[in-house]
């Protein structure tokens, strides 16, 4: 991953690492290099770097998808160099608020709502590498 975003000469300041909560937990107990006793773990537990690259963790990456005959086990890392992703807000930046009181009533209970709409892209589509197929089931 590090060689391919090198290649595509993205920000190296800007890398990081996303990936969920399985994959940091199992990376906290490989040593690196593969060996089974070693110094230093790949994902250390007293810091949030992979690699030398700044890592975060977000159940929002899955953790239920399948490669090969591995069905909904797998998990995702990404890399990207962040600098390059876009993120456009819709409705002149507005916040859309809707006043429900209707759906929590019985309990004499106003809800509020609010809705930002954004989207986002990346600038270069070189600019990110993704593994799909890290067993964590």
């Not at 990376?27 to 690196?32: E, V």
């Not at 690699?51 to 797998?74: D, E, I, P, R």
Request: hydrophobic fraction near 45%; glycine fraction near 8%.
């Amino acid at each position: 991953m590090e060689t391919a975003l090198a290649g595509a000469n993205c920000n190296e300041e800007a890398i990081a690492f996303l990936t969920n909560s399985k994959v940091r937990g199992q990376l906290r107990t490989c040593f690196k290099g593969g060996a089974t006793v070693g110094p230093e773990f790949v994902w250390r537990a007293d810091s949030d770097t992979l690699v030398k690259y700044k890592a975060a963790v977000s159940n929002q990456v899955s953790s239920a998808l399948s490669a090969g005959t591995q069905t909904s086990v797998c998990s995702a890392i990404i890399a990207a160099d962040f600098s390059d992703l876009i993120v456009a807000e819709y409705a002149g930046g507005s916040i859309d608020v809707t006043l429900d009181p209707f759906t929590l009533s019985e309990n004499r209970v106003i809800r509020l709502l609010g809705h930002k709409f954004l989207d986002m892209a990346l600038r270069r589509p070189d600019s990110a590498c993704v593994i799909k197929d890290v067993i964590t089931g």
